[in-house]
Nanobody
Framework: QVQLVESGGGLVQAGNSLRLSCAASGRTFRSYGTMGWFRQAPGKEREFVAYIYLNSGYTYYAEFVKGRFTISRENAKNTVYLQMNNLRPEDTAVYYC?????????????????WGQGTQVTVSS
């Protein structure tokens, strides 16, 4: 059974950092293809944050997080991370981990087959 479990969310002050984790299980790690992070703030649509192609480590970011967020993987732990630095109040959202096993490099959420339950990130000013 495929499962993605996020952790690491919380309440922080603006300018601080958090690291989110997404632990994958149920199939070989690399077979997840592309793993991404998305977020959804109250009253807003879900938006793409970053993805990593597990085979090569290629990464891609939404413009609004470039230079602040870093996505990475740790194959031995079947885990993808999202290091978030210099957080802003507008980063407040539920953050979701997702996997697209087709291997397409896409920012479109509807292409991702598997989703975690989400973890809340709240940034106070």
């Amino acid at each position: 059974q495929v499962q993605l479990v996020e952790s690491g969310g919380g309440l922080v002050q603006a300018g601080n950092s958090l690291r989110l984790s997404c632990a994958a299980s149920g199939r070989t790690f690399r077979s997840y293809g592309t793993m991404g992070w998305f977020r959804q703030a109250p009253g807003k649509e879900r938006e793409f944050v970053a993805y990593i192609y597990l085979n090569s480590g290629y990464t891609y970011y939404a413009e609004f997080v470039k230079g602040r967020f870093t996505i990475s993987r740790e194959n031995a732990k079947n885990t993808v991370y999202l290091q978030m630095n210099n957080l802003r109040p507008e980063d407040t959202a539920v953050y979701y981990c997702a996997a697209d096993t087709s291997g397409q490099l896409t920012t479109k959420g509807n292409r991702y087959e598997y989703w975690g339950q989400g973890t809340q990130v709240t940034v106070s000013s």
